[in-house]
């Protein structure tokens, strides 16, 4: 049987170190919580090499009595709580006693404090776990904690350390999420000495994120304040318009402490599911404040992992807030508005310009609004115009009605349709309008019954005419019209704007317009609606 070994306490740290610090961004997250827990207003944090050579913590807080700086550097010596109840109802970022401890035992450790009863500063020394002394030093109050030469007793901890330029973007994100979850501290941090960015400390969130995040993403951000008794969400939200093509832009914190939670992540993006395009991802900055006993910090030495007592409730109340702020006005949520106006039409006649007039003639209905379009389709220009019931069959043309087209007593531009429902009025025009030939013979004083063969099948297209709902080729004996004053049948427009005029009886034949001079092309389907044809220069859209 193997020999059981009791570890010497330095191998004993250095094990226990590699759970507390992992990489520079580490020591920062650790140091940075140290400061804000002492209430300071002012942190300024420096790194050279990324951290590794050198990384630097100036606060103003309370700062560490001179009898207790040794004792802050032993494994499980805190300030923060005192017995095993405490841990049901933590107040502060840190409370597990590990931090100085393990960053001692890894590093080159100098502190510089001093208290508001001090009469001097204390300067404390300390290097892989073994202390170097004490000496009187000279600092306002507060703490300065200068750590040197990271890992340089781990070289196997070292070697998997990143490039310098990687390990600092990862500490300037540590400090990032420091600035956000306390606006009401004033936050520098310097980059091989150079300041990238200082926060305001006015409290306001929004001037944090514009400090750290910069302008582009806290220009149209939305403040969202909401939740329930228990569960207050505060923060702000990118509008839809401005989502992300990461979730790198949502930052969540619990009582403060920053945090990865999937609750809280699956809560946003369910409130904005339906208002995003599809691989988007909503920014965010949440705030979420509960009591302590209902969440556990307790989980990882990192912190960043907690537990909610009632996951359904958190989901819950950030799903609301964030809905609540998506639905105020101003907000950027997908809202559309057809932007039509309907014409005034007296009561049983509606009137339809011809399509071939000048766009100042034409209706509302037609006119395309400034930078965009507007279209219409069957359906909507009934509801819109109140047509909405089922129209009755209208009976074909008579041979009086042709004898009145064409002969002493001309139509003068209205084609009064024989129904109690509204008439179609085609506008001025200056010749009498011809009326639609339709599929069966009529008989007429000038002319023969006229006989209408089988379509014939479009080139490029299916041969079922009733699929497309594309009308059939006449012959070319049909009776010749005058393209001045026959604007219905050159103008699909005009055609689709007279849906009345085609009946709705099963057995009786639509009126189908005469031939163009070329027939439509099938291009293709869009949405299982549309079907998109052209003509020569022409586009046609069938729904």
Same mark, same amino acid.
């Given at each position: 049987?193997?020999?059981?070994?009791?570890?010497?306490?330095?191998?004993?740290?250095?094990?226990?170190?590699?759970?507390?610090?992992?990489?520079?961004?580490?020591?920062?997250?650790?140091?940075?919580?140290?400061?804000?827990?002492?209430?300071?207003?002012?942190?300024?944090?420096?790194?050279?090499?990324?951290?590794?050579?050198?990384?630097?913590?100036?606060?103003?807080?309370?700062?560490?009595?001179?009898?207790?700086?040794?004792?802050?550097?032993?494994?499980?010596?805190?300030?923060?709580?005192?017995?095993?109840?405490?841990?049901?109802?933590?107040?502060?970022?840190?409370?597990?006693?590990?931090?100085?401890?393990?960053?001692?035992?890894?590093?080159?450790?100098?502190?510089?404090?001093?208290?508001?009863?001090?009469?001097?500063?204390?300067?404390?020394?300390?290097?892989?776990?073994?202390?170097?002394?004490?000496?009187?030093?000279?600092?306002?109050?507060?703490?300065?904690?200068?750590?040197?030469?990271?890992?340089?007793?781990?070289?196997?901890?070292?070697?998997?350390?990143?490039?310098?330029?990687?390990?600092?973007?990862?500490?300037?994100?540590?400090?990032?999420?420091?600035?956000?979850?306390?606006?009401?501290?004033?936050?520098?941090?310097?980059?091989?000495?150079?300041?990238?960015?200082?926060?305001?400390?006015?409290?306001?969130?929004?001037?944090?994120?514009?400090?750290?995040?910069?302008?582009?993403?806290?220009?149209?951000?939305?403040?969202?304040?909401?939740?329930?008794?228990?569960?207050?969400?505060?923060?702000?939200?990118?509008?839809?318009?401005?989502?992300?093509?990461?979730?790198?832009?949502?930052?969540?914190?619990?009582?403060?402490?920053?945090?990865?939670?999937?609750?809280?992540?699956?809560?946003?993006?369910?409130?904005?599911?339906?208002?995003?395009?599809?691989?988007?991802?909503?920014?965010?900055?949440?705030?979420?404040?509960?009591?302590?006993?209902?969440?556990?910090?307790?989980?990882?030495?990192?912190?960043?992992?907690?537990?909610?007592?009632?996951?359904?409730?958190?989901?819950?109340?950030?799903?609301?807030?964030?809905?609540?702020?998506?639905?105020?006005?101003?907000?950027?949520?997908?809202?559309?508005?057809?932007?039509?106006?309907?014409?005034?039409?007296?009561?049983?006649?509606?009137?339809?310009?011809?399509?071939?007039?000048?766009?100042?003639?034409?209706?509302?209905?037609?006119?395309?609004?400034?930078?965009?379009?507007?279209?219409?389709?069957?359906?909507?220009?009934? *509801? =819109?115009?109140? !047509?909405?019931?089922? +129209?009755?069959? %209208? $009976?074909?043309? &008579?041979?009086?009605?042709?004898?009145? #087209?064409?002969?002493?007593?001309?139509?003068?531009?209205?084609?009064?349709?024989?129904?109690?429902?509204?008439?179609?009025?085609?506008?001025?025009?200056?010749?009498?309008?011809?009326?639609?030939?339709?599929?069966?013979?009529?008989?007429?004083?000038?002319?023969?019954?006229?006989?209408?063969?089988?379509?014939?099948?479009?080139?490029?297209?299916?041969?079922?005419?009733?699929?497309?709902?594309?009308?059939?080729?006449?012959?070319?004996?049909?009776?010749?019209?005058?393209?001045?004053?026959?604007?219905?049948?050159?103008?699909?427009? *005009? =055609?689709?704007? !007279?849906?009345?005029? +085609?009946?709705? %009886? $099963?057995?009786? &034949?639509?009126?189908?317009?005469?031939? #163009?001079?070329?027939?439509?092309?099938?291009?293709?389907?869009?949405?299982?609606?549309?079907?998109?044809?052209?003509?020569?220069?022409?586009?046609?859209?069938?729904?």
């Amino acid at each position: 049987m193997a020999e059981i070994r009791v570890l010497d306490k330095h191998t004993a740290e250095l094990i226990a170190a590699g759970e507390v610090v992992e990489r520079p961004a580490s020591v920062a997250k650790e140091l940075l919580e140290n400061a804000i827990d002492a209430g300071a207003t002012q942190i300024t944090l420096s790194a050279v090499r990324g951290g590794i050579q050198q990384l630097q913590i100036v606060d103003n807080g309370s700062g560490i009595e001179a009898e207790y700086i040794d004792k802050a550097f032993i494994r499980h010596a805190t300030s923060k709580i005192a017995t095993a109840e405490d841990l049901g109802h933590i107040h502060t970022l840190g409370f597990r006693g590990e931090a100085l401890a393990s960053i001692a035992s890894v590093a080159r450790v100098e502190v510089l404090t001093r208290t508001e009863a001090d009469e001097y500063a204390c300067c404390y020394r300390i290097e892989g776990g073994e202390e170097r002394g004490m000496e009187p030093g000279a600092r306002p109050v507060g703490t300065t904690i200068t750590v040197s030469d990271l890992f340089y007793n781990t070289p196997a901890r070292m070697k998997f350390l990143k490039k310098d330029a990687s390990e600092g973007t990862f500490v300037a994100e540590t400090v990032l999420h420091a600035a956000l979850s306390h606006p009401e501290i004033s936050f520098r941090y310097l980059r091989d000495g150079k300041q990238q960015y200082v926060t305001p400390g006015d409290g306001d969130l929004r001037s944090a994120v514009y400090a750290v995040l910069g302008r582009e993403f806290a220009r149209d951000l939305l403040p969202v304040d909401g939740g329930s008794e228990l569960y207050h969400v505060t923060g702000l939200v990118t509008p839809p318009r401005a989502c992300r093509a990461s979730r790198g832009a949502q930052h969540f914190f619990v009582n403060g402490r920053y945090v990865k939670n999937r609750t809280m992540m699956a809560a946003l993006e369910n409130a904005y599911k339906g208002t995003m395009m599809q691989g988007k991802f909503p920014g965010a900055v949440l705030m979420l404040e509960l009591p302590p006993d209902m969440v556990d910090v307790n989980v990882h030495p990192a912190k960043t992992e907690i537990r909610f007592a009632k996951e359904s409730d958190v989901f819950d109340a950030v799903y609301r807030a964030v809905r609540a702020a998506l639905a105020t006005p101003g907000s950027g949520e997908c809202r559309f508005e057809m932007g039509h106006t309907a014409p005034e039409e007296k009561p049983g006649q509606t009137v339809l310009q011809p399509a071939a007039l000048a766009p100042a003639a034409r209706p509302a209905a037609t006119q395309p609004k400034k930078g965009g379009f507007t279209t219409l389709s069957a359906a909507e220009y009934r *509801a =819109l115009n109140g !047509l909405t019931a089922p +129209v009755p069959a %209208r $009976p074909l043309p &008579t041979a009086q009605g042709v004898q009145n #087209a064409q002969g002493t007593q001309p139509v003068p531009g209205v084609l009064e349709a024989q129904s109690p429902k509204p008439a179609y009025t085609a506008g001025p025009a200056p010749r009498p309008l011809t009326p639609v030939t339709p599929v069966t013979a009529v008989e007429t004083p000038a002319s023969e019954p006229v006989t209408i063969p089988a379509p014939q099948p479009m080139p490029h297209a299916v041969s079922d005419d009733t699929v497309l709902d594309i009308p059939p080729e006449l012959p070319d004996e049909a009776p010749a019209t005058d393209p001045e004053t026959d604007y219905v049948r050159n103008d699909p427009h *005009a =055609l689709s704007a !007279l849906p009345d005029m +085609v009946s709705t %009886r $099963p057995e009786q &034949t639509t009126l189908t317009p005469p031939p #163009a001079s070329e027939p439509l092309r099938l291009v293709g389907e869009v949405l299982k609606t549309y079907i998109i044809t052209e003509r020569g220069s022409e586009l046609c859209l069938i729904d």
